[in-house]
């Protein structure tokens, strides 16, 4: 496979630690997919073959690739995060992804949620920032030797549930302390100012998450958030790349996708679940966004689990 240029090699790149980051994770890398770990919000992510674009969502989180390779879509960015990259997912937002691996060569990663009482208590520790335009919310950043360091600790406390259990939460500060001193840091900085509109969006996003299957509307989200409807909505495309209705409606069809090809839901029952009035309108949508329809989806994910 030939990789785009961004993952072209990089003199500065330190393919050592790459190595060494892939051999210490991969013995722990048994389960296809998202796997749960000794330590609640630390998850591994382990894939044998590629990908196509697909929509998804990742919850708030570092994404840290240690072989392989992913690329994001979100809007009209690229996103590219490989080996020797983390992923800086300060907000929830419907991107598209696609993964490039194979069986002798497997994507290898971890996902750290963000603690937000812990990323809080981390930035008050922290000298007070410059201010700064607002952030990215989503973006990749090369893999430097302090966070290098900190992610092969936490692999290797991932190798003794004891030492899990007695050092595991400081092993997740240190990755994102690093991740707060990296180049992306503001962006998580700002999820626990408390001020500011980037702040006000990622509490709006975090009720949208929570209320989804409620009826919802722009006013009442701006509301909630202190903030003008207009300058909501402008801020919060800005953020999203979406307008509020059209995240919703996408979190909606990633939340009944869950259900649909996860958990067993008919059609009806999913479209019901996640606050659509209409199942034929919910069929029209989902089809829209996915490909095919939710009945389709819903079989040939069925068909092709073990």
Do not use: W
């Amino acid at each position: 496979m030939t990789l785009p240029a961004p993952y072209a090699t990089s003199p500065a790149a330190d393919h050592g630690l790459e190595a060494r980051l892939a051999s210490r994770l991969a013995p722990l890398a048994t389960q296809e997919g998202f796997a749960a770990t000794p330590l609640p919000g630390v998850q591994l992510i382990t894939s044998h073959c590629g990908h196509a674009r697909t929509p998804l969502m990742y919850e708030p989180s570092l994404v840290i690739i240690v072989q392989g390779n992913k690329t994001g879509y979100l809007g009209d960015r690229i996103i590219h995060y490989g080996a020797g990259h983390y992923l800086i997912q300060a907000m929830p937002l419907p991107f598209e992804c696609e993964t490039h691996a194979s069986d002798t060569a497997p994507l290898l990663g971890l996902s750290v949620s963000l603690d937000m009482a812990m990323l809080g208590e981390l930035v008050r520790r922290l000298p007070t920032a410059p201010p700064t335009r607002m952030p990215a919310p989503m973006a990749a950043v090369d893999m430097d030797a302090d966070m290098g360091d900190s992610v092969m600790r936490l692999i290797d406390c991932l190798h003794d549930h004891e030492q899990a259990a007695a050092l595991g939460d400081g092993r997740i500060r240190e990755v994102l302390f690093a991740a707060l001193r990296g180049p992306q840091g503001a962006s998580l900085r700002q999820l626990v100012a408390h001020h500011g509109q980037y702040s006000r969006i990622a509490e709006a996003l975090t009720f949208l998450h929570q209320q989804y299957a409620q009826s919802l509307n722009v006013e009442s989200l701006a509301r909630r958030v202190n903030m003008s409807a207009s300058h909501f909505h402008h801020h919060f495309k800005r953020t999203t790349q979406l307008a509020p209705m059209q995240y919703l409606k996408r979190l909606r069809l990633l939340k009944a996708r869950v259900l649909l090809t996860q958990q067993g839901y008919q059609v009806a029952q999913a479209a019901t679940q996640v606050g659509y009035q209409s199942a034929s309108q919910f069929s029209r949508d989902y089809k829209r966004y996915f490909g095919q329809s939710p009945l389709d989806d819903r079989q040939s994910r069925s068909a092709h689990s073990p």
